[in-house]
């Protein structure tokens, strides 16, 4: 131990790991940050929690060097500390693993781990370091990946590990994630959770942030809660409940379960038969796949992303080809080769709440008029003479979608991208369930949603189903579909892995069925 | 466009700054040369608005109108055509040959068949890259460029082959006498205004306008402008909303080569009565820099067709006044196009720090 760390120790006592003070940062008009001071205790697990837009983000990136902070300031290990870039923020012995990985798909774990902190003109003695540091770390930390192999061959839970081994091995003693489960199967979170615990053991800092309340509930010794900019709350994780930190976040109760009655089921709507999709890789994203869809039923499709629900959502929608099988509506063959037309589909009552609503659901630079009508501006009703579009009736049927799904602000000619997710998600829902489909395709209902919104949206799919329509509902949010499904399917690499009620089943079943493994074959 | 300035700012501030930032530094480029820039910008506005020069003027504004027309039309799709200055060469040969073809009676009738034919042509020249595109995937922008050679050559063979008229020029033989289009020297005069009698200003100068208003009304109001717009923002939301990809960059691209041929109403019908080598005279490329310049707004287009055409008549006068290099005022437009096409954020990042910092001054 050299004399620095010696001294830092004996400061130890009373210099916290992260110490924020006073920060504050806006973009335009908007402020992301407002006088936020934040106190994370050396060797602790911290977690951020706070819903879409509330800082959480900016706050930690301002803390990593992509941001700077209007004012405010910043001490590591009790020592003021400018952070300018991430190089500085390297230097101060932070590392971030981002949401969306930045790792170089066709280079090699090692070139990865290497990138940036290479020494020398040549490669040969850094990556012959980096291997060594690699085989202390997996095995100090259960942090095992294959050095040799291409970042594109290795599956999401690993990649992440690259990314936590290029903090380590840039010597992070604080670690920043940021939401870090939501591309992992349950079974790989867990692990996760082990690596941070032994990470922590060994006296680093994490910060996680996150908007999975249990995730926080799991794994952090304390909390801070964001909202609209502000730091509302910072409590120890284990005085307070996944309600409490809910509350903290939206500023009202919140209902974290959904109220439902047991499901009315009619006649099937859909029939789905041994459908295959190869995509233009060649590559098989869908096997045989094959189900029925009832009136009145939410049939919940769980996965982690990836394993061919986009897909399945696709074809049906008339988005994507199929290369075999057939989909029946009310027993009549649609097409799914790759002549569909997802214009026809929605003639068939069939009706389409995409997963990516920035680059499918929604044109952003339309007017929320020109969005409700989305898809459907050929109907007779938005439609003027001449192939003229009506467009007084256009807005007319925007304010009443606004009023009705409650979509904030109400001003029919405001931008799409000028909404939260929350309202965004709200002017898709409102346009496709507003026509009344037979069929209902729901791809990841609340991904970027608020949760003032999510209990919103979760009851207007509900009411849907009670009024006898059928809904397809795909989420990689386990909870989500526990908590909507009157059916669960799981896919895992194309193919349904097995079919639960959510009554009859549990997380720790459904997530070994969501990573391949049929807990029933091996009893 | 951008929600944190006011419109007028995005579409009026901005280009006007722009613009005097390309007119700033061209007054650098004219001192260089050892010349007066207020002497030079005297010269060239007596130039395009003198009684001689106006003519002149409206007449180039007529052809940038409908070439910058033709490519904001793509680019409402996100297509980047550059190929007008061959659908505008090719729409050429179609009025040619519509006009040699019949003895034409009156120039309305004429006009119509010549717009037709020039529509038509322009199309067909620009729906071949069009359909390499929604097909193939061949990008459009390599094969408008390559089908502008195309077109060149084709030309070039068809005026010293057989379409060559007797004699030795290579061009074509004169159109009906009948089918002459008034120039604005007989439309004006019908109101009993007096303008010059040999300016090469035609009635394809209130066609470019309908044009324009057209365009705007195909743009906004219609539904097919709508599918347009939403291709152009993102294919995958188009796709998602039933709306083929094929069918829209065909369409678009048919519509704009038709646009961008009319310009040929003006030069071939309107000013040579016959097909001459060079008619279009690069004016498919400055259909980009209008388009640019003018935000892909049918008013936006007008304005910058007019000031380039302005350039255009006042650089021609610059050269003749003050022998000034003719390569001047491509230098000029040049710059314009530099500034006005990317260059444009060095005063738009400016100037939204501007906006917020005075909007949170009015909120506090």
Known sequence: MSQMTENAGRLDAVAPAIELIGISKAFGPVQANKDISMTVAKGAIHGIVGENGAGKSTLMSILYGFYKADSGSVKINGVPTTINDSHDAIAAGIGMVHQHFMLVDNFTVLENVVLGAEEGATLGPSLRKARKELKRLADEYELDVDPDALIEDISVGFQQRVEILKALYRQAEILILDEPTGVLTPDEADHLFRILRNLKEQGKTIVIITHKLREIMDVTDSVSVMRRGEMTKTIATASTSPEDLAEAMVGRRVLLEVNKSPAQVGETVMQVKDLSVTDMHGVKRLKNVSFELKRGEILGIAGVAGNGQSELLEVISGIGAASAGEVLMHGEAIDISRHANAGLRRQRGIGHVPEDRHQRGLVMPFMTWENTAFGYHNEPEYSGRFGLANQKSMKQDAREKMERFDIRPPIPQLVASSFSGGNQQKIVLAREIERNPDLLLIGQPTRGVDIGAIEFIHQQIVNLRDSGKAILLVSVELDEIQALSDRILVMFDGVIQGERLPEDTNESELGLLMAGVDPEAKQ | ?364
């Open chain 2, 1 to 364: 466009m951008n929600k944190n300035l006011p419109k007028w700012v995005d579409l009026g501030l901005i280009p006007l700054l722009t613009l005097l930032l390309a007119f700033a530094v061209s007054g650098l480029v004219v001192l260089s040369i050892g010349e007066n820039p207020v002497e030079v910008v005297k010269v060239m506005l007596q130039g395009a608005f003198n009684p001689f020069g106006i003519g002149h003027t409206l007449y180039f504004t007529t052809n940038f109108i409908f070439t910058g027309l033709a490519v904001a039309v793509a680019f409402h799709a996100r297509l980047f055509n550059i190929g007008g200055e061959g659908q505008a060469g090719l729409a050429g040969v179609g009025v040619a040959l519509v006009m040699l073809s019949y003895d034409w009676p009156n120039w309305p009738v004429a006009l119509l068949a010549g717009t037709l034919a020039a529509m038509a042509f322009g199309a067909a020249w620009a729906a071949i890259p069009a359909y390499l595109q929604a097909k193939r995937g061949s990008h459009i922008v390599i094969t408008t460029i390559m089908f502008n050679l195309i077109a060149g050559a084709l030309i070039g063979y068809l005026l010293v082959g057989p379409m060559q008229a007797e004699g030795s020029l290579p061009e074509s033989a004169g159109f009906p006498e009948a089918a002459a289009l008034p120039s604005l020297h007989v439309i004006l005069g019908w109101f009993g205004i007096e303008f010059d009698r040999f300016a090469p200003a035609n009635i394809s100068l209130f066609l470019a306008l309908v044009a324009a208003v057209l365009v705007w009304v195909l743009i906004w109001k219609t539904r097919l402008g709508y599918e347009i717009r939403a291709f152009g923002h993102s294919e995958k939301a188009a796709v998602y909303a039933g709306i083929s990809p094929m069918k829209i960059t065909m369409i678009v691209m048919l519509v704009s080569g038709a646009l961008s041929g009319m310009m040929a109403v003006n030069t071939v019908q309107g000013e040579a009565e016959r097909l001459v080598l060079g008619a279009v005279e690069g004016a498919g490329f400055i259909g980009i820099a209008v388009a640019l310049m003018g935000r892909s707004h049918p008013v936006g287009v007008v304005l910058a067709a007019f000031l380039f055409g302005i350039l255009t008549q006042g650089g021609a006068e610059l050269q003749f006044t003050l022998g000034i290099p003719a390569q001047m005022i491509t230098v000029i437009q040049a710059l314009i196009i530099m500034f006005t096409g990317s260059l444009e954020n060095l005063v738009r990042i400016p100037l939204e720090k501007l906006f917020i910092r005075a909007g949170k001054g009015a909120a506090s």
